[in-house]
């Protein structure tokens, strides 16, 4: 029988989140609620997540100002994101009144403070790997908390506070600062570079994950894909820099410790026998399509083994997962038409997605809609970018989503849509416009792929209706 662990107690204290409607902050906030925080919050955008938060206790500000912060004292807390600037008037006012404050990651690390913590790293495959680590450990009935950046859909949210002793969160390495974390222990994906806002090059990025592999707890643990170069690398730093770290790897390679093969893809599952160390344990048999999901499912399975829980329910827990949103998402199914919203944003992912798509589509065409993010991404992977969108029917190119940053000067969609096929590639900003051209092209038998990390996301329920 697990012991009950309450964690750190946020009894009496307000804890107030700039930007709570974020994928993000939303989960932690979510956390603090249940452990008795008094939870505020400001956002500008008004969403289903607000409303949740709302109906669970917190009061939610649509504006920034300084009098949102009213009534807080020394002992509470503001949380923030990296994006918010200093001159936010809601930090400028705490900054005046001595409130303390936090980044997300330095919050999240206290909730996971007395938890036997798992972080899950890498550049691509974060979400839905935590995501189904979570899912299984709740069919062997063990309650994890968690915090992840995205909802899961088995459980409809994106975090929780449970009543085992493990605590699984999602590690972003973006801007680095997965290095508060401390976690007991970790799995990395994969390593490739990314966000080249932050990080000018992949020894840069090298160096962010060692740093990470740093914090882990002494005689702690890590699961890691041996298939992955970038993960190989950082194995030999760990070889000479955390001989006190249990290491064991997962992957297609004989190499590995937990091997997957004998993989069975089709348009709606994927299936692969897993040998643990010579020694056959199980046959992974996901409800969700791709090779990909397959590595996705043996890191999870390999540190629920880690963590001591049974097995062949872990294995049954990965059978039931029904994804994560914005990871390959059905969003309909009209007239023989499918409608399809992924976040992938970064080379790699796009074609882990478009393979996929053209696995479940057959004889279809795949049509998509993608969106880049970052004009910084963009100059990076352009040709990238044009390469593995030609594995596409036919592509749309929205404008660029800027996030946070400026414009580059000469840096537009056009710079990937000038290396592609032109017979396959139309540039259009116009999203009604897209929303039109697609619907009247698409045929029984297609898919249509909603693809980027900004707010391409909300065209799908549009193509959706417009195909009613």
């Known amino acids: 029988m697990i012991a009950e662990v309450k964690g750190s107690d946020w009894t009496g204290r307000r804890v107030h989140f700039l930007g709570i409607g974020g994928s993000g902050m ?29 109906a669970l206790g917190a009061h939610v500000f649509s504006s920034h100002e300084a009098t949102n912060i009213d009534g807080m004292k020394s002992s ?15 930090i400028a006012a705490a900054r005046s009144a001595g409130i303390p404050i936090w980044e997300r990651a330095q919050f999240l690390a206290a909730l996971m403070k007395g938890f036997r913590s798992v972080a899950v790293a890498g550049t691509h495959g974060k ?10 450990l709740q069919h062997c009935r063990l309650d994890p908390s968690f915090a992840i950046g995205a909802t899961v859909r088995n459980s409809g949210t994106n975090a929780h506070h449970g009543a085992g002793d493990i605590f699984v969160v999602e590690a972003d390495e973006s801007d680095g600062s997965f290095t508060a974390y401390h976690p007991t222990g970790a799995i990395i994906t994969n390593i490739e570079l990314d966000h080249v806002d932050n990080f000018k090059d992949l020894a840069s990025i090298d160096r962010i994950f060692q740093e990470f592999i740093g914090t882990i707890a002494n005689n702690g643990h890590l699961v890691a894909c041996v298939d992955d170069p970038g993960v190989v690398r950082l194995l030999d730093y760990v070889r000479t820099h955390r001989s006190d770290i249990a290491v064991t790897t997962y992957g297609e390679s004989i190499q590995a410790d937990l091997v997957i093969d004998r993989i069975s893809l089709d348009s709606k599952s994927a299936r692969a026998r897993a040998t643990l160390k010579g020694r056959v344990i199980g046959e992974i048999a996901l409800s969700i399509p791709g ?29 039931i997962f029904t994804g994560a949103r914005r990871r390959f998402e059905i969003k309909a199914l ?8 992924d976040y992938g944003h970064h080379p790699t992912e796009i074609r882990a997605t478009l393979e996929t798509a053209r696995q479940y589509v057959g004889a279809g065409r795949v049509l998509v809609v993608f969106q880049p993010h970052r004009f910084s991404r963009t100059q ?42 032109q017979a396959k590639v139309i540039y259009e900003p116009s999203m009604p416009q897209v929303i039109a051209a697609i619907v009247a092209e698409a045929k029984p038998g297609d898919l249509i792929l909603t693809l980027g990390a900004g707010d391409v996301s909300s065209m799908a329920p549009l193509i959706a209706a417009n195909l009613n």
């Open 26 to 54: 939303s989960g932690i906030a979510k956390v603090a609620l249940a452990r008795g925080a008094t939870v505020s919050g400001s956002d500008i955008h008004h969403s289903g997540v607000i409303e949740n938060l709302t």
């Open 76 to 90: 509470d807390l503001v949380v923030k994101s990296s994006a918010v600037p200093e001159t936010n008037p809601e």
């Open 127 to 136: 979400t839905t790997t935590t995501s189904m680590l979570t899912v299984a």
């Open 291 to 319: 090779r990909h999901n397959l590595l996705n499912a043996a890191a999870a399975l390999l540190m629920g083994i880690n963590l001591g829980a049974p097995t062949n329910e872990l294995i049954e827990g990965l059978s």
């Open 334 to 341: 009209s007239g023989g038409i499918t409608v399809v919203d």
């Open 380 to 421: 990076a992977f352009a040709a990238d970018f044009a390469k593995e969108l030609s594995a596409a029917d036919r592509t749309y190119l929205l404008e660029i989503y800027p996030a946070s940053e400026k414009p580059i000067p000469g840096v537009t969609s056009l710079s990937i849509a000038s290396k592609m096929d």
